[in-house]
C-alpha cells in the first residue's frame, strides 16, 4: 500500500470516529433539550387560561380580569391577554408561547446546555464531513451516505444561524436532533459505503455547484416542514381552545409553549419562499450538468422528473398562499406534500428506482 493511499485511508477512519462522535454528543443533546421540556414550567398563557376558567369572562374577546386567591389569603388580578379568541373571521391572534424552557430558570438552563452540545456536535460532524473529503479528494457528496451526513450537518447549521441572528427558532431544538440522530443511523448503519471515487459522470465543477444547493434547499426545507408540522398541531390547539374545549394536560403543557399558529405559519411560508428560488437553481445547474455529461439538458430520467415534481408541489404551495381561500391548513398540506415529494426524490428514487442517476452505492 503506497503512503497515499494509507492517507486517505486513515483519513476515512478520522471521518468515521468523528461522525460516530458527533451521534453521541447529538444524543446528549437530545436528552438536554428533553430536560428543556420537563423541568420547565407551564406557560404564562397557560397559567392564564386556566386562571379565566375559573373567573369570568365576557365574549368577543374583551378584556377579562380574574381574581386569584393567594395562600395568604389576599387577592391578585391577572389581565386576560388583550386578544384571546378569534380577532377577524377566520385569523387569530394570539401570543406566543415561553419557548420549550416555560420561562423557567431550569427549563433555560437545560435549553442552553442542549444548545451548546448541538454546536460542539455540528462542528465534529463538520470535522468528519471535512475528513471524508479529503480522503476521496472530492466533494463529499457523491452517494447516499456522503449526502446524509452532509444535509444533516448543513441543516443543524441553518438552525444555528438562525439562533445567532437572535430568530427564536430553540422549539425546533428537540425535532431537529431527533431527527438528525435518525438519518446518521440510517446513514452508517444502511447507507455506508467506503471511501472512493465517482463514476465518470459525476467528475465535474457541476458536483459542486448543483449537488450542494440540492443539499442546502433540502436542509432548509427540511426547517420549514418542521414549522408546517408544528402549525398544524398548533393551530388544531387553538382552534379547540376557542370553541370552548379542554385539551389534554399534555397537548397544553408542550402546545402552551410553542410560538403561536400565525407565528409558525409565517415562518414555515418564510423560509420555504426564500429558498425556493434555489432549488430553481438546483434544477437548472442539474440540466446544464446533464448537457454536459450526456449530451441532453433533459430526458425525463425518474431524478430529474421528481425534482421537477417537487418544484411544482413547492409553487403550487407559494401560489396557495397567495389565494385567500387556500390559505392556513390547506396550503400547509400542500408544504408537507412538497416535502414528501423531496424525500422520496432522495430515498425512494436512491434506493428503488433505475436511471442515469443509479449511483448511490447503496
Known amino acids: 500500500m503506497n503512503l497515499a493511499a494509507a492517507t486517505n485511508e486513515n483519513l476515512a477512519t478520522v471521518s468515521n470516529t468523528l461522525i460516530y462522535s458527533s451521534m453521541a454528543v447529538y444524543t446528549l443533546a437530545f436528552f438536554a433539550h428533553i430536560a428543556e421540556w420537563v423541568l420547565g414550567s407551564r406557560s404564562k398563557v397557560g397559567r392564564t387560561a386556566a386562571a379565566l376558567k375559573e373567573g369570568s369572562g365576557t365574549a368577543g374577546g374583551a378584556a377579562v380580569k380574574v381574581r386569584v386567591a393567594r395562600k395568604n389569603g389576599s387577592t391578585a388580578v391577572l389581565d386576560r391577554p388583550e386578544v384571546v379568541t378569534r380577532s377577524a ?42 475528513a471524508r473529503a479529503l480522503s476521496v479528494r472530492r466533494a463529499p457528496w457523491g452517494n447516499m451516505y456522503e449526502f446524509s451526513i452532509t444535509f444533516s450537518t448543513v441543516a443543524v447549521g441553518a438552525y444555528l444561524v438562525l439562533l445567532a441572528l437572535k430568530k427564536n427558532v430553540r422549539w425546533i431544538g428537540l425535532l431537529l436532533v431527533t431527527t438528525v440522530l435518525l438519518d446518521l443511523g440510517v446513514a452508517t448503519t444502511w447507507l455506508y459505503t467506503d471511501s472512493d471515487q465517482l463514476v465518470p459522470a459525476l467528475h465535474s465543477y457541476w458536483l459542486w455547484i448543483h449537488v450542494s444547493t440540492a443539499i442546502l434547499c433540502g436542509a432548509v426545507f427540511y426547517l420549514g416542514a418542521v414549522g408546517t408540522l408544528l402549525y398544524l398541531f398548533r393551530d388544531s390547539y387553538e382552534n379547540k381552545l376557542a370553541n370552548g374545549g379542554t385539551p389534554g394536560k399534555f397537548a397544553t403543557s408542550v402546545l402552551d409553549r410553542l410560538p403561536a399558529a400565525k407565528t409558525l405559519d409565517t415562518f414555515a411560508y418564510r423560509i420555504n419562499a426564500a429558498v425556493f428560488p434555489l432549488w430553481t437553481f438546483t434544477i437548472i445547474a442539474g440540466a446544464i450538468w446533464a448537457g454536459d455529461a450526456w449530451g441532453r439538458y433533459w430526458g425525463w430520467d425518474p431524478k430529474e422528473v421528481w425534482s421537477f415534481i417537487t418544484w411544482v408541489a413547492y409553487a403550487a404551495y407559494l401560489h396557495a398562499r397567495a389565494t385567500a381561500g387556500w390559505k392556513g391548513r390547506k396550503a400547509a398540506y400542500l408544504a408537507l406534500i412538497a416535502f414528501g415529494c423531496w424525500l422520496f426524490n432522495y430515498y425512494g428514487v436512491n434506493i428503488f428506482v433505475s436511471g442515469k442517476h443509479s449511483y448511490a452505492g447503496v
Not at 91 to 103: I, K, Q, S, V
Open 89 to 130: 373571521a377566520g385569523t387569530r391572534d394570539l401570543p406566543d408561547g415561553p419557548g420549550a424552557a416555560g420561562g423557567t430558570f431550569k427549563g433555560d438552563l437545560w435549553g442552553r446546555i442542549a444548545v451548546s452540545l448541538t454546536v460542539l456536535a455540528f462542528a465534529v460532524e463538520a470535522g468528519g464531513v471535512i
